[in-house]
């Protein structure tokens, strides 16, 4: 049965628990965000080329989106709270090392760990957010405002990553995540514990599907065909464990929902566009105009403010008019934004145009979160999580891989306003309204 729902007032403990994940949330983006900005001040400190500083980059996201699959079956076996608690505490040890790295390998290798930790916390932390709102139209809320989170830490991260790069040091971006993850620990220790599911691990299904997502990103960053060719043969290793395994790490079935393989395909096709776009900017900022990372942080200002409030305006068009509405509209506004930076070529002109993009990108990502979360159990919810944010976070790895291959501003617009047309189209087969529980 599908209806339009209207929310009620959600009870104090699930307020706490939604605390908890936005803060969660919030401190992953922030880190994100403000290193792409601060790659070029890496790069002067240790040298490299501009893979090396690619991988600065997809250490993190390729570590986040291998492991997430695997950490969503791990926050329902031993409990969204504990798993959350966990990631979150080798997050903030992992950020004081990056803080400390010595050479660029030592801070890749950081950045693997980093990576690591948010593959636990990001599924778990949206797994609290299902447990704690059963009802459908107080969840559509609440993974709403659990976006916000990640908003606001979006839209600080460039300016925040700029400010600390340019006047203490790149280093510093790390640093400010520990007392961020301490006061996150401290807030989790106040919320109830989760509920464990008996699931055993599919160890097998990890290695596959871990071996696919490595070889993928290293053979389009390095141009290695056997890597491309190992990640084809571990994609289908990985497709036949899953079919035959008792308890598989992602079960199949769950791709039988189309709303739920529609969700992944837009998610992959919206965070490639966003994360590729951003690090092709970084680079031009720096290049082509000359910019220091203070500058080239406030030029992102205009995309990344407005994220936070589209997020709450996606809820409100979702609540009247169902997912699909804010999903289409999001991807047309963030694609004919795209379609007129191919023009631009001052900073303040990007910046002014950058900023329907962010906002496309904000009605988008509510709204398809709270389809898939509300198309299975709440006993599911972590695994569910974890392959909705494996298949963004590969889109966004695999988006900084091509994009600094191929080169250049305009050819990564290109390829990203037809990604975007064809995620539209296929946005057409969601559900109209959200189902009820």
């Known amino acids: 049965m599908t209806t339009l729902l209207t929310a009620r007032p959600a009870p104090a403990s699930s307020k706490l628990v939604l605390a908890t994940a936005f803060l969660g949330i919030f401190l992953l983006n922030l880190d994100s965000m403000a290193m792409n900005v601060a790659l070029p001040a890496v790069g002067r400190e240790f040298g490299g080329s501009t893979s090396a500083l690619q991988w600065i980059v997809d250490a993190y996201t390729l570590m986040l989106a291998a492991l997430l699959l695997s950490a969503g079956a791990l926050s329902d076996r031993f409990g969204a709270s504990r798993a959350f608690g966990a990631g979150a505490a080798v997050f903030t040890f992992a950020s004081a090392v990056c803080g400390l790295a010595p050479g660029l390998g030592e801070l890749i290798g950081a950045r693997l760990l980093q990576g690591g930790a948010a593959a636990i916390m990001l599924p778990s932390s949206l797994a609290l957010v299902r447990q704690a709102f059963p009802d459908a139209a107080q969840r559509a809320r ?109 079960p199949l079935s769950l791709f039988r929902s189309r709303a739920v393989s529609v969700s992944m395909v837009i998610g992959f096709v919206v965070n490639a566009a966003f994360y590729g776009l951003v690090f092709v900017l970084s680079l031009f900022f720096h290049d082509r105009l000359g910019l220091s990372p203070m500058a080239a942080g406030l030029l992102f200002l205009p995309m990344t403010a407005v994220i936070a409030v589209a997020n709450l305006v996606s809820a409100r068009l979702a609540a009247r008019y169902g997912p699909r509405v804010p999903i289409v509209l999001g991807q047309v506004v963030c694609g004919l934004a795209m379609v007129s930076l191919l023009w631009a070529e001052s900073g303040p002109v990007i910046a002014v145009l950058l900023a329907p993009v962010g906002f496309g990108l904000g009605l988008v990502v509510p709204s398809l979160t709270a389809v898939v979360m509300g198309e299975v159990a709440a006993d599911r919810a972590g695994m569910t999580a974890g392959v909705l944010n494996s298949v963004r976070q590969t889109g966004g790895a695999l988006a900084v891989a091509v994009f600094g291959a191929v080169g250049g501003l305009r050819v990564a617009l290109v390829v990203a306003v037809v990604m975007l047309v064809v995620a539209t189209a296929v946005s057409l087969l969601l559900p109209r309204r959200f189902t009820a529980d």
């Open 142 to 250: 609440a993974i709403a405002l659990w976006t916000v989170g990640g908003a606001l830490a979006i839209a600080a991260g460039p300016v925040a990553g700029g400010v600390l790069a340019g006047t203490l040091g790149w280093r510093a971006i790390f640093f400010v995540n520990v007392p961020v993850g301490i006061v996150t620990l401290v807030v989790l220790a106040r919320t109830p514990s989760s509920p464990r599911v008996a699931r055993p691990l599919d160890l097998l299904g990890q290695v596959t599907a871990m071996v696919a997502l490595v070889a993928l990103t290293f053979g389009v960053i390095e141009g290695e065909p056997a890597a491309l060719g190992l990640a084809a043969v571990a994609a289908v290793a990985f497709v036949v464990v899953e079919s035959r395994v008792a308890a598989p790490m992602v």
